[in-house]
């Protein structure tokens, strides 16, 4: 089977040979793997056999001009696409540093949020149709993709002032939601009208932190909940499923994502509380499941630990389909290549119908 068979049938749970299998080692997890026996010519995508999964999606970018401001042996200070600046270090992989922003406040917002309307210099039209087409070619599972909502926003203005503003100017928090939807819909619009195909929707959404969503379901009804149902209905409306990635515990609001159309959850992150088997039992009947398989387990010494994981979730997620592999977010660079040979064997094992 290809890749967009396997994806596909998990979206529509229902069973194919074995699960799909996909997953997001860092940068530098696959440099410690090529010390360590990965071919030097392969990336762990080629060398483990992961079903081949593209995004492509429109730049919904306030298209500021990229400028390095600043660039050290150790880190580069940049002023990138949103407006945003931020430090980013060369030795290690970590979350950019935060340093300002273009967008601060509810008047900056109004004198640059023209900047989000379409046009037609958000798609690199030859090059990336180009490739729609021989992924496709390939079998590849070609999704349509972009940050929405929150996740999106926190992309050109500060997290801390955009948490105050749901409290306290709730309405421009869902203008600047529903303008994000907005573009990326249109973008979608004009992409499908030129040629490009999508088999699914795969949009980025970080909203939960280790214990909770990072604001309440009550406020992810009022301000993002319809945004995302309009996104999803279009999706739909055009045959592409619908797969969220939100990092930290999300399960407070995973009903109300049901509700608002989503097909698939990502990555289900254990260490903020996410447990696979409990949301197959809860909702596998209304929705697949993406990840789940915790990368604590991958590193630990003990080989039996990361058997326990995969035996007892595997094949509890897979009954009926609706579920596809993942580790709970990023393979870090804890796990070797030996350790992570032997998660592989473990999917393929435990992932067979």
Same mark, same amino acid.
């Given at each position: 089977?290809?890749?967009?068979?396997?994806?596909?049938?998990?979206?529509?749970h229902?069973?194919?040979?074995?699960?799909?299998?996909?997953d997001?080692?860092?940068?530098?997890t696959?440099n410690?793997?090529h010390?360590?026996?990965?071919?030097a010519?392969?990336?762990?995508?080629?060398?483990?056999?992961? /079903?081949?999964l593209?995004g492509q999606g429109?730049?919904?970018?306030?298209?500021?001009q990229h400028?390095v401001?600043?660039?050290t042996? +150790?880190y580069?200070?940049a002023? /990138?696409?949103?407006g945003?600046?931020?430090r =980013?270090?060369k030795?290690?992989e970590s979350?950019?540093?935060l340093i300002?922003? +273009?967008?601060?406040?509810?008047r900056?917002?109004e004198?640059?949020?023209?900047?989000?309307?379409w046009?037609?210099?958000r798609?690199?039209?030859? =090059? *990336?149709?180009?490739?729609n087409?021989?992924?496709?070619?390939?079998?590849?599972?070609?999704?349509?993709s972009?940050?929405?909502?929150?996740?999106r926003?926190?992309?050109f203005?500060?997290s801390?002032?955009l948490? %105050?503003?749901i409290?306290?100017?709730p309405?421009w928090?869902?203008?600047?939601f529903?303008?994000t939807?907005?573009l990326?819909?249109?973008?979608a619009?004009?992409m499908?009208?030129r040629?490009f195909?999508?088999?699914?929707?795969?949009?980025?959404?970080?909203?939960?932190?280790?214990k909770?969503?990072?604001?309440?379901? *009550? *406020?992810f009804?009022?301000?993002?909940?319809?945004?995302?149902?309009?996104?999803?209905?279009?999706?739909?409306?055009?045959?592409m499923?619908?797969i969220?990635?939100?990092?930290?515990?999300v399960?407070?609001?995973v009903?109300?994502?049901?509700?608002?159309?989503?097909?698939c959850?990502?990555?289900l992150?254990?260490k903020?509380?996410?447990d696979l088997?409990?949301l197959?039992?809860?909702?596998g009947?209304?929705? %697949?499941?993406?990840?789940?398989?915790?990368v604590r387990?991958?590193a630990?010494?003990?080989?039996?630990?990361?058997?326990?994981?995969i035996?007892?979730k595997?094949?509890?997620a897979?009954?009926?389909?609706?579920?596809?592999y993942?580790?709970?977010?990023?393979?870090p660079s804890?796990?070797?290549?030996e350790?992570y040979?032997r998660?592989?064997?473990l999917?393929?094992k435990h992932?067979?119908f």
């Amino acid at each position: 089977m290809t890749a967009r068979e396997r994806f596909l049938a998990a979206l529509n749970h229902k069973q194919a040979d074995r699960v799909p299998i996909h997953d997001s080692p860092w940068g530098h997890t696959v440099n410690r793997w090529h010390r360590e026996g990965l071919p030097a010519d392969q990336g762990p995508g080629q060398y483990f056999g992961y /079903d081949e999964l593209m995004g492509q999606g429109p730049d919904i970018s306030f298209q500021f001009q990229h400028q390095v401001l600043e660039e050290t042996d +150790t880190y580069t200070i940049a002023r /990138d696409a949103n407006g945003a600046t931020r430090r =980013n270090f060369k030795d290690h992989e970590s979350t950019p540093e935060l340093i300002d922003y +273009t967008i601060r406040d509810r008047r900056t917002w109004e004198e640059h949020k023209s900047r989000l309307a379409w046009n037609d210099k958000r798609v690199d039209w030859d =090059n *990336a149709l180009k490739a729609n087409r021989e992924a496709r070619v390939r079998g590849a599972f070609v999704c349509l993709s972009n940050a929405i909502g929150y996740d999106r926003t926190q992309g050109f203005i500060r997290s801390d002032w955009l948490l %105050a503003a749901i409290a306290e100017d709730p309405a421009w928090v869902k203008q600047m939601f529903d303008t994000t939807v907005d573009l990326v819909i249109a973008g979608a619009e004009e992409m499908i009208g030129r040629g490009f195909e999508f088999d699914a929707a795969f949009m980025f959404d970080d909203l939960g932190y280790r214990k909770a969503t990072l604001f309440s379901p *009550a *406020a992810f009804r009022e301000l993002e909940f319809p945004s995302q149902q309009r996104l999803y209905d279009f999706c739909h409306a055009h045959n592409m499923p619908t797969i969220l990635h939100s990092c930290g515990n999300v399960r407070g609001i995973v009903p109300l994502l049901i509700e608002a159309g989503l097909d698939c959850l990502q990555p289900l992150e254990v260490k903020s509380g996410m447990d696979l088997v409990e949301l197959k039992q809860s909702f596998g009947d209304r929705l %697949a499941l993406f990840g789940g398989i915790d990368v604590r387990a991958m590193a630990n010494p003990d080989p039996s630990v990361i058997e326990r994981e995969i035996a007892t979730k595997i094949p509890v997620a897979k009954r009926g389909g609706g579920y596809i592999y993942h580790s709970d977010h990023s393979v870090p660079s804890n796990v070797s290549f030996e350790q992570y040979t032997r998660v592989m064997e473990l999917v393929r094992k435990h992932g067979t119908f």
